[in-house]
């Protein structure tokens, strides 16, 4: 229920499993101790070198990455064009696909949304 706003449950339940299924892999345990010793992702001194235009997007009711780190990607890339979609959660291009497939044709042909 943190990744979506305002769907069914059946719905939230149906993605859940759709989202898990690479954890069903022989591997997955494996990959996923190993990933966590390695200490995650950690990009925070890749970030600066990135030169090309960015689109960043975000739900307005999203649970998992905050505000206030979608505001500090966006001060990290100040060049970027940062877009929040209304009435939705975590996982935008499932909750609202047209509004985020719109977005990014805008960003491409330079319309900056």
């Given at each position: 229920m943190?990744?979506?706003k305002g769907i069914s449950l059946a719905t939230c339940f149906d993605w859940t499993n759709v989202g898990r299924l690479h954890c069903l892999l022989p591997w997955w345990k494996d990959a996923s101790v190993s990933f966590m010793r390695s200490g995650g992702y950690n990009v925070v001194d890749q970030i600066?070198?990135?030169?090309?235009?960015?689109l960043i997007?975000?739900?307005?009711h999203d649970r998992?990455?905050?505000?206030?780190?979608?505001?500090r990607l966006h001060c990290e890339l100040p060049s970027a064009i940062i877009r929040q979609v209304p009435d939705c959660g975590h996982l935008l291009h499932v909750e609202k696909p047209n509004a985020i497939a719109d977005l990014i044709a805008d960003f491409v042909r330079g319309s900056n949304c």
């Open positions: 943190l990744a979506f600066k070198e990135v030169k090309q235009k960015v997007v975000y739900g307005e998992i990455i905050t505000k206030k780190l979608q505001v």
